[in-house]
């Protein structure tokens, strides 16, 4: 989560917003977020349905009960969702400067402006 703080700028440069969701109530991810000097968005999904709708529950994950599984998504302004990393290991996360480069790739891959 710190690298994707550390690289905001570029991901900003591209035209992507970061946004982190977590099981985690408002006043946790307040705290959590003051705390590590996070600035990009972190969502609460208590009752998990954004969780549960991308198939991300890992059910008594954590200390407290359920968790997200870790997983980065690019999603267009469609709502398509153009890229998916998941993992069952928290500490194996995709790099930041590796979802900038599928970014930079997909945005290569893209069919050219019908304007130009």
């Known amino acids: 989560m710190r690298g994707f703080e550390n690289n905001l700028e570029e991901f900003k440069k591209r035209g992507v917003r970061v946004v982190a969701i977590s099981v985690d109530p408002p006043a946790r991810n307040r705290e959590h977020t003051a705390k590590q000097g996070y600035t990009y968005t972190f969502l609460s999904d208590e ?6 709708r991308y198939d991300l529950l890992h059910e008594k994950g954590g200390p407290a009960g359920d ?22 290991d928290y ?26």
């Open 67 to 88: 968790i997200a599984r870790p997983a980065e998504f690019l999603i267009d302004s469609t709502g398509t969702v153009r890229w998916v990393n998941l993992t069952e």
């Open 47 to 52: 009752k998990a349905e954004v969780i549960r």
């Open 91 to 116: 500490r194996v996360r995709a790099r930041p400067e590796d979802i900038l480069k599928v970014i930079d790739g997909l945005r290569t891959a893209e069919p050219p402006d019908q304007a130009e």
